[in-house]
């Protein structure tokens, strides 16, 4: 049967063409002013009638509409939609919630690998070094270099991210752990609760953080797990600034045991520039590019059709989080 769709985020004639031509038969409804990184967009009236949203809905307007059936999230991350309330009233409506999560999983699992890499071969450090072949610098870089081969990683918040990059670094034959809420039993290797975090936080060489924004996981990473942590670990967080408590961290590097910190998010961002973080010599950061490729906006509307050919065939959304 034809959808009511409401496409809440901008896009160029390209794109729109793509939409069109894959939803042909559908009605979508553009609104005058959509969403964008910067604003949540104006809601339309006509955004009440429509069954389907792919975006980033306000959720004040999805509590307010008694027609919506399916919420297609536009991003990997959900934090908006992930509440206790949110998650009951959907399901008291029978709406269904997917993210994006596989249109991003290999973007950000590359970034994880590319973090792990460059702390291997101590690439900051030799890229802006000219020290001469057998100087004590040249050395010392030489030195510190620790191939990733036969180390330990615990990964935190085994999603498809995480699943994609355990699959990357199996030709290093690591010793792979996994930290899940709720264990599926497909993971492949072990996977530790709340119960014995600490003790795999206390025996893993490198500590992946893709945890998610929430109420569970503020400030997660707090003083008392980095405490935990094996000395001369490094950590790395592609997942959420806020599930990081920065002070905690700072104090980390400065005193053990981190040997690095690889971050691609931050709270807030960008960080202030007198933040202590910056001042860190063994503290990277990008900002927040991690899930970026060329083409990422056309893979994002592709999955989304992908997703409404199963919702008309009447089979299991991917990436369903509701």
């Given at each position: 049967m034809p959808h009511k769709i409401y496409i809440d985020f901008a896009l160029n004639p390209e794109l729109l063409d793509r939409l069109q031509k894959g939803t042909t038969g559908h009605e979508l409804v553009i609104p005058a002013k959509p969403a964008?990184?910067?604003?949540?967009?104006?809601?339309?009236?006509?955004?009440?009638?429509?069954?389907?949203?792919?975006?980033?809905?306000?959720?004040?307007?999805?509590?307010?509409?008694?027609?919506?059936?399916?919420?297609?999230?536009?991003?990997?991350?959900?934090?908006?939609?992930?509440?206790?309330a949110f998650r009951q009233l959907m399901e008291e409506r029978g709406v269904q919630v997917s993210n994006s999560a596989h249109v991003y999983n290999e973007a950000c699992a590359d970034h994880a690998l590319s973090f792990m890499l460059a702390q291997s071969r101590q690439l900051p450090q030799a890229l802006a070094s000219r020290a001469p072949n057998g100087s004590e610098e040249w050395l010392a870089i030489r030195r510190c270099g620790i191939p990733l081969r036969g180390q330990s990683v615990l990964i935190l918040g085994f999603g498809a991210i995480g699943r994609r990059l355990a699959e990357l670094l199996a030709p290093f034959d690591m010793q792979l752990t996994a930290y899940r809420r709720s264990p599926r039993g497909d993971e492949g290797m072990p996977v530790v609760s709340e119960s014995n975090l600490h003790e795999a936080l206390a025996a893993a060489d490198h500590v992946v953080n893709i945890l998610p924004d929430s109420a569970a996981t503020q400030h997660f990473f707090n003083a008392e797990r980095f405490a935990q942590l094996k000395p001369g670990s490094v950590f790395y967080n592609i997942g959420?600034?806020?599930?990081?408590?920065?002070?905690?961290?700072?104090?980390?590097?400065?005193?053990?045991?981190?040997?690095?910190?690889?971050l691609d998010v931050t709270d807030p961002e960008p960080l202030p520039d007198e933040?202590?973080?910056?001042?860190?010599?063994?503290?990277?950061?990008?900002?927040?590019?991690?899930?970026?490729?060329?083409?990422?906006t056309t893979a994002c509307i592709d999955h989304f059709l992908k997703n409404l050919a199963r919702y008309?065939?009447?089979?299991?959304?991917?990436?369903?989080v509701i």
């Open positions: 964008s990184v910067l604003s949540l967009g104006e809601i339309e009236p006509a955004f009440y009638d429509c069954d389907i949203v792919f975006g980033q809905p306000q959720t004040d307007a999805v509590e307010k509409s008694a027609s919506l059936k399916w919420i297609q999230v536009s991003s990997s991350g959900i934090t908006r939609y992930d509440t206790p959420r600034g806020t599930t990081v408590d920065q002070d905690a961290l700072v104090h980390a590097l400065q005193n053990g045991p981190l040997r690095e910190a690889w933040h202590a973080l910056w001042q860190q010599p063994n503290c990277f950061i990008t900002p927040h590019t991690a899930g970026g490729f060329s083409g990422e008309d065939a009447g089979q299991p959304l991917d990436n369903r």
